[in-house]
């Protein structure tokens, strides 16, 4: 009961057991090399996703940063709109005689005959 017996059991040397061997070698080796080409392809195949989603990733900042300048410039130029429509109604007042009589009373303080100008300070400037 202790140590199991130890069987000498020799090979068969015929072709059958021969071409038996050389498939089981064969075997082997086609597994071996399934083995190398599936891993090769799995490195290769997360080495392509890798760089994949690594050019998603800048891409996508890229994209926000550039997205995020177009809100500046639309914001910039709807701001610049603005002026040039206040200053083409700039160019129209000026050319108006009674505009520019009226300003020039308001800002430079010119009088008509016998006029009297008061000056009356504007609490808003004074804050």
Known sequence: ????????????????????????????????????????????????SYLMISSFLSQTTKLEAKIAQKKQVDNQLAGLKKERDNLKQEIINLNDDDYIAKFARKEFFFSKENEVIFTIPDEKKEK
């Open 1 to 48: 009961m202790g140590t199991p017996a130890q069987k000498n059991v020799s090979k068969i040397q015929t072709t059958y057991v021969a071409q038996q061997e050389y498939a089981e070698i064969a075997s082997a080796r086609k597994k071996k090399q399934v083995i190398r080409r599936l891993s090769v392809f799995f490195i290769f195949a997360s080495l392509l």
